[in-house]
């Protein structure tokens, strides 16, 4: 079965970065792209970004250009998404979700949470 | 970028009402309109892709359809396991965006 198991739960500085993990299994892990989606506490779902695991291509959202680095290792099936800079404002759950013509399997979210 | 407007915020339901969520895009967005249900602490499932079609293993009292930039998520007979937050995503282009959210909450 699909299954995208993301990292555990981060505490960071402002300032500092941080990287996210999701590995999947289940499929083809470079036939779909994987998007990176945000949550902050009871708000809604915003986009970051996506990567193309067979080519390595990747788009952005504006808000994210040049904080944000999406990358991947096809040998072992994992995606990473790196946020540098981070402010209080980056506290949120981060998904990782598997797309073709649109996400449909989504990891169990890794909260991330920016604190002095 | 496309905003997708979302209504109602929240609605209060009994078990097995019957329960509309609506979604405006901003702009043309042909069929690409996705619903997902989010339960607290837990990622969103998908439940309708591309307007209409019923991912798999989804119960068949969810369905969707559109008129227009307006597109309705309906649940016909609300279970207890239903409970949770609903949100469009369009799907056409890039930025994916998102509507705010429909809480359904017992009544």
């Known amino acids: 079965q699909v299954q995208l198991v993301q990292s555990g739960a981060e505490v960071k500085k402002p300032g500092a970065s941080v990287k996210v993990s999701c590995k999947a299994s289940g499929y083809t892990f470079t036939s779909y792209d994987i998007n990176w989606v945000r949550q902050a506490t009871g708000q809604g779902l915003e986009w970051m970004g996506y990567?193309?695991?067979?080519?390595?291509?990747?788009g952005y959202a504006q808000k994210f250009q040049g904080r944000v680095t999406m990358t991947r290792n096809t040998s072992i099936s994992v995606a990473y998404m790196e946020l540098n800079s981070l402010r209080s404002e980056d506290t949120a759950v981060y998904y990782c979700a598997r797309d073709y013509t649109h996400p449909d399997f989504w990891g169990q979210g890794t909260l991330v949470t920016v604190s002095s | 970028d496309i905003q997708m407007t979302q209504s109602p915020s929240s609605l209060s339901a009994s078990v097995g009402d019957r329960v509309t969520i609506t979604c405006r895009a901003s702009?043309?967005?042909?069929?690409?309109l996705n619903w997902y249900q989010q339960k607290p602490g837990k990622a969103p499932k998908l439940l309708i892709y591309?307007?209409?079609s019923l991912q798999s293993g989804v119960p068949s009292r969810f369905s969707g359809s559109a008129s227009g930039t307006d597109f309705t998520l309906t649940i016909s007979s609300l279970q207890p396991e239903d409970f949770a937050t609903y949100f469009c995503q369009q799907s056409y282009n890039s930025p994916l965006t998102f509507g705010q959210g429909t809480k359904v909450e017992i009544k």
């Open positions: 591309t307007t209409s």
């Open positions: 990567m193309n695991p067979n080519s390595g291509n990747t």
């Open positions: 702009q043309s967005i042909s069929k690409y």
